[in-house]
């Protein structure tokens, strides 16, 4: 999928699920999804620095009335884990994070292997875990991502990966 549309599927699902509010780091993967964002008239992006950040700037929006979305990296993912527990599963807060899955059978490249390994190890008990690839990512899907971390009232991680038909 091209990255204006898989900007165009994204944005439709936080359009419809209530999102006005996303923050995140950038990623080539979620390229065009960020410079739609920053255009976009309803849903405000927040640029931050480093992943935490994100996660705070999700947490005070929700604090605030306001439905939040957050997009990182596996690696970034990685170096926020303390913050995950500390703040968005220990009071339960609702947001869902879209996660570019580096180093996967389609994204090769050797600095990219060992984040895809450490974030499958997050698979489990604790953390909730969705996948879809680029190319296969729907309006459907995010939108009932984003509707299951209402609903279950907690974060949970949709890990968007290259698919075959993304190349390399």
């Known amino acids: 999928m091209d990255q204006q549309k ?26 065009g999804l960020i410079e739609a964002l920053c255009a976009h008239s309803t849903i405000h992006y927040v640029a931050c620095a480093r ?10 929006a929700l604090m605030a009335g306001q439905k939040a979305a957050v997009i990182i990296q596996n690696a970034g993912l990685l170096n926020s884990l303390g913050a995950y527990a500390t703040l968005l599963d220990r009071y ?36 909730r875990c969705f996948r879809t690839t680029h190319s296969d990512l729907s309006e459907k899907t995010v939108s009932a991502f984003i509707d299951w971390c209402r609903v279950a009232s907690q974060p949970a991680l949709l890990l968007i990966e290259k698919g075959e038909a993304d190349g390399q």
């Open 92 to 127: 339960r807060l609702p947001v869902p994070i879209l996660v570019a899955h580096r180093g996967g059978l389609f994204d090769r490249k050797a600095y990219d292997i060992e984040k895809y390994r450490a974030t499958e190890a997050l698979d489990g008990d604790y953390y």
């Open 51 to 60: 992943e935490e950040e994100c996660l705070g700037v999700a947490a005070g």
């Open 6 to 31: 898989f900007a165009e599927t994204a944005i439709a699902a936080f359009e419809a699920q209530g999102i006005g509010v996303v923050a995140g780091v950038p990623d080539g993967l979620f390229t």
